[in-house]
């Protein structure tokens, strides 16, 4: 039997964009939908994938090369002035195919399989948002609960204005920074009582920095 909490899922919004982009007959569009690549890939990077292309019928290491997980840390340690060593590329790196499959599995793992006390675990998600964080909190059995994130909040939710009965059931809490589509990014001032908060009620706040490097 298929997992009823299928059908709680809505079309996917890029679904939507392309049946939108498709016209009119003969002009193109200038699509600024999608984040991907508008530029070819550097020569560099071309050769180095053409000279692998003989491992690529092979399975990968699931957690990533021990030397591309070494330079990961390195690069995210010089990118975000980190201490030296508090980036363990044994402990704290995962590569991914894409942020989007990290952002659902993560729901998949924090959210309880039962329910909290008599009702169901809780996810906030900032309104509006990319829409996986929302899947990935009904395919947990989870319920979403939205916080607005409009001008009048700087374009990010407002965590801590939530009702406390709402707070004890939350276990995850998703934000993007910046945030999609609005641009807003949370400064260390933003996300420091966010932390707080999370630590106070015992909850996963998932920072998405997908556009990290559109901000200095």
Known sequence: MLNRRLDLLIDYPFQRLAALLAGPPGAEPLSMALGEPQHPLPPMVAGIIAD?????GKYPPLNGTPEFRAVAAAW????????????????HLLPLGGSREGLFQLAQVVCPSGRTGKRRP????????????????LMAGA??????ATESDGFLPDFQSLPKAVLQRTVLAYLGNPA?????????????????????????????????????
């Open 52 to 56: 692998s292309a003989a491992s690529f």
């Open 76 to 91: 995210a340690s010089r990118r975000f002035a980190l201490p030296a060593g508090l980036l363990d590329p044994e402990r």
């Open 122 to 137: 809780v996810v906030l998600l900032p309104n509006p948002l990319y829409q996986v964080y929302a899947a990935a909190a």
């Open 143 to 148: 319920e979403p609960v939205f916080v607005p």
């Open 180 to 216: 999609n589509p609005q641009g807003a990014v949370a400064s260390a001032e933003v996300l420091r009582p966010m932390i707080d908060l999370a630590r106070r009620h015992g909850f996963v706040l998932a920072v998405d920095e997908c556009y990290s490097e559109i901000y200095d």
